[in-house]
């Protein structure tokens, strides 16, 4: 685990995805000994689904120890490995907001 973020402030969570959405887009073309991001996005595959695979072991792990500060920091690392796959599949954040808004009904 990494180090755990000290002053977290409540956001809404479907602005802050959109933007971290956008993020990943623009760091698709960064340079890649630059930015972590890019080297998941143009990297093997396998090691980016590795990573989504780690991570959300991880969140489950925290969940059975009941460590709220934990579970929140390992779900964030997972919906950040997460949204860099449907970059990759080229899945936009709206296409899955209708996909789970379809669902709701």
Do not use: F, Q
């Not at 390992?74 to 080229?90: P, Q």
């Amino acid at each position: 685990m990494g180090e755990r973020t000290e002053v977290i402030l409540d956001e809404d969570l479907g602005k802050t995805l959109e933007e971290l959405c956008n993020i990943i887009r623009i760091r698709s073309t960064a340079d890649p000994e630059e930015s972590y991001t890019t080297r998941l996005l143009i990297g093997p595959e396998d090691t980016l689904y590795k990573k989504v695979i780690e991570e959300a072991a991880e969140l489950v792990m925290a969940a059975k120890d009941k460590d709220h500060d934990h579970i929140r920091y390992e779900a964030a690392d997972l919906m950040y490995h997460l949204l860099v796959v449907l970059e990759k599949a080229g899945i936009t954040a709206a296409e899955l907001a209708g996909e789970l808004k379809a669902r709701m009904r």
